[in-house]
C-alpha cells in the first residue's frame, strides 16, 4: 500500500456508497417485479370505486403486494380525508 | 445436443459483440462447431469485430425472408474453418425478425452447430428479446458500475420471465456473470465496484474477469476477436473463461492488481 492510500480511504469510497445504493434499488426492483400485472389497473378500479362514496385524492390509495415462502399478501391501504374537510 | 448461448447486458457500449466474438472464436479453436449470429438489426457490427465485413452478401433477415438459405447467409471465418458468422441486417424496419422466423433458423442450425452464439442488442426491445428467447445459457456481461449493473439486474428479470424456457416451465436459463473492463487498481482505491460487490449484488455465478485492456480496442481496430491475442490480458481472461464454460477448472485470474514494480511504475498497458 502507498502513501496516497492513506489519504483516500480517510473518506467514504464511492465504491461502497454506489454499493449501497444498488443493492436498496435492485430489492426494490426485484420485489416490483414479482407483483401480478393486473396490480395497476386494480388499484385504478378500487380507487374509482372509494370515489363514489368519499372524497379522495388521486394519491390516497395504496397497494401493495409481498411474497414470502408460504403465502403472498395483498396489502390496500387508504388514507380518509379529514373530518373537518368532510364536514364542509 | 447444441446449446444457445445469448450474450446480453441491457446497457450498451459493456462489451457485448466483443464478448461473443471472442468466446465463439474460443468455442471453434476448442474444436466445436460454433456459429454467431448479431441480433442487432440495422446496427450490425459482429462483422467489423470478426473482420468479415467485406464477405456479408446474404444476412439474418434475407434467410428469415427465405431470400437466401442458411448456408448461403453463413459466412465462414477466416482464422478458425469451425466457426461461422451470420450477420445481421442493415434493414431500418425493426419488425424484421420474428419469433418464428428465429425459431426456425436457431433450429435448422442446431442440426449442425453444437454451439450457437446470439448477439443481443442493447436495450429490452424485440432485438434483445429474440436475442434471449431461445437462449440455453446467459452470459451477463457488466462494466463494474451503477448503470451497468442495474440494467443487468433487469435483464435477469427478463430472462426469468420472457423466455421460451420461462414460458414452457422449462429448466430455467442458466445465468454467468462476466465482468468486464474491471480495473483492479481502481478496486483497490475504493473507486470501483469489486467483483465481490457486484456478485452480492446480482447473485450470479461468475465466469470470469475481463480487465480493462488496451488489446480490446486493439483487436477490434484489426477485425481480430482479442482471444486470438494471446499474449494479452484481455485475451486470456477470455480463453479462460471458455474453458471454465467447458467445465474446466481455472482459477480466476485479474482480480488483484498487477504487483509488478516496474510497470506500476510506468503504467503498463
Redesign the interface.
Known sequence: MSLLDYFKISKESTASLAKERLQILVAHERSSRNQPSYLPQMQKELLEVIRKYINVGQDAISVSFEQDEDQETLELNIVLPDLQLKNT | MARIIVVTSGKGGVGKTTTSAAIAMGLAKKGHKTAVIDFDVGLRNLDLIMGCERRVVYDFVNVINGEATLNQALIRDKNCNQLYILPASQTRDKDALSQEGVGKILDELKKEFKYIVCDSPAGIEKGAHLAMYYADDAFIVTNP??SS??DS??ML?ILS?KSRRAELNEEPIKEYLLLSRYSPDR????????VE?VQ???SLHLLGVIPESKSVLNASNSGMPVILDEKSDAGQAYADIVDRYLGEDRPHRFIDEDKGFFRKLFGGK
Open positions: 458500475e451503477v449493473v442495474r439486474d433487469r428479470g420471465s478496486v483497490k482505491l475504493g473507486e470501483m465496484l469489486s460487490d452480492d449484488i446480482l
